[in-house]
């Protein structure tokens, strides 16, 4: 795989920055990109800049076949952390998250991702930062998702090709195997600051599932041709191996699925 011109030029950069409102990070912050936060209750964004990468492999599972050249040529804004539990219940005290909040597990709600949700119950959520925003917020395309989780990476995972200790949140990834989520700023953030692209939850893409990368767009665009009862996901989550955390590594459930193990988190479209 190969990443090029993936970096906006400083002035188109600095455009981008004016036209999204954005306010940029402390330099305290382990954060290299600066970010856009619409409104006091929205997720904070990390803007994405357009490239070339190869999605997919060759040589590793069958999903991921055939590897093909995508173009991202737009930039986009994707949410720094998986939509939290306090996130979607500002959504749900406004009413347009639902009529019952999303069962936690027992884990505690806070700042973990919001579990237990449809990938139909995410654009509730969606709609209602439209409204809220005046933007245009939506699932990631499976593209835009490995594209933004590689950060300019070619390697398994964005720190390299071995899990290691303590990268991220999976049944192999620590001293003791995990039965929860974590906190959605658990972890160091990927080279564009985003937090969790590996493991703690699966999340939600809006493409229809296809077993094999034949006749995907070679753009940021979703599939939308195949199966569209059951969507993508990405990441892995705290139940599953390393394996299935790799920044290429496929995965389906029913739209209609509710589970402990998948949550999501937002694009916001650029100006």
């Known amino acids: 795989m190969h990443i090029r011109n993936f970096a906006l030029s400083m002035s188109m950069l600095l455009l981008v920055i004016s036209l999204a409102g954005v306010a940029c990070a402390d330099s305290a912050s382990p954060r290299r990109f600066a970010g856009i936060k619409d409104c006091d209750a929205c997720p904070e ?6 490239g070339t990468f190869t999605m997919g492999t060759d040589s590793r599972h069958k999903y991921e076949r055939p590897a093909h050249t ?10 720094v952390f998986e939509v939290s539990f306090d996130e979607w219940q500002i959504c749900f005290d406004e009413g347009a998250c639902g009529t019952e909040m999303p069962n936690d597990h027992k884990w505690g709600m806070g700042n973990r991702p919001v579990i237990n949700i449809t990938w139909h119950d995410t654009k509730l959520y969606l ?5 809220k925003t005046g933007r245009t917020y939506r699932l990631p395309s499976e593209a835009e998702w490995e594209y933004a989780t590689r950060a300019g990476t070619q390697t398994e995972f964005w ?3 071995d899990i290691g200790l303590e ?3 999976c049944r192999n990834c620590g001293p003791e195997i995990s039965h929860q989520s974590l906190p959605v700023d658990s972890f160091a953030p990927n080279p564009w600051g985003l937090y969790n692209v590996h493991g703690n939850v699966w999340e939600w893409t809006e493409d229809c599932w ?3 990368y034949d006749g995907a767009p070679s753009t940021a665009k979703p599939r939308i041709d195949g199966d569209c009862q059951q969507r993508v996901m990405r990441s892995g989550s705290w139940y599953y191996f390393s394996k299935n955390l790799r920044s290429a590594w496929r995965a389906k459930n029913n739209a209609m699925v509710k589970s402990y193990g998948i ?3 937002v694009v916001r479209e650029l100006p």
């Open 45 to 50: 964004l990390s803007i994405i800049p357009p």
């Open 70 to 79: 995508v173009v991202i040529d737009k930039a986009f804004a994707i949410g």
């Open 127 to 131: 709609n209602w930062l439209r409204k």
């Open 159 to 161: 720190w390299g090709d």
């Open 167 to 169: 990268k991220a949140n």
């Open 210 to 212: 296809n077993p094999t």
């Open 263 to 265: 949550g999501f988190r």
